[in-house]
Nanobody, 127 residues
């Protein structure tokens, strides 16, 4: 069982940066594939980025094509914390951002492949 708790969302202006954090609890959480999704009002939840455990204390990052460049995903705290650094934010980045985890290590953008979800943290970018 893995529990996920996001933090770091808020109201920012266009061009600002924000860092989201997701704390994972669970005996083997550090080995899980963990990722970020976001859901804008009236839209489906969509994949942002994820990290796969590759052994030891190393992780491989994976991004949705549209997320490359401005967003950086990393792990900290021996792999039990998932971070999302978001730079040059735009109003279209406004959404609730969710942390998710699954036991299998391969990247997947499908919401239904994830076993655990956080409660979400809202991000609002004003123009």
């Amino acid at each position: 069982q893995v529990q996920l708790l996001e933090s770091g969302g808020g109201l920012v202006q266009a061009g600002d940066s924000l860092r989201l954090s997701c704390a994972a609890s669970g005996r083997t959480a550090s080995r899980y594939y963990m990722g970020w999704f976001r859901q804008a009002p009236g839209k489906e939840r969509s994949y942002v980025a994820g990290t796969a455990w590759t052994g030891g204390n190393t992780y491989h990052a994976h991004y949705a094509d549209s997320m490359r460049g401005r967003f950086t995903i990393t792990r900290a705290n021996a792999g039990n914390t998932l971070l999302l650094q978001m730079n040059a934010l735009k109003p279209e980045d406004t959404a609730v951002y969710y942390c998710a985890a699954k036991s299998s290590g391969s990247p997947t953008t499908n919401v239904r492949d994830y076993d655990y979800w956080g409660q979400g943290t809202p991000v609002t970018v004003s123009s």
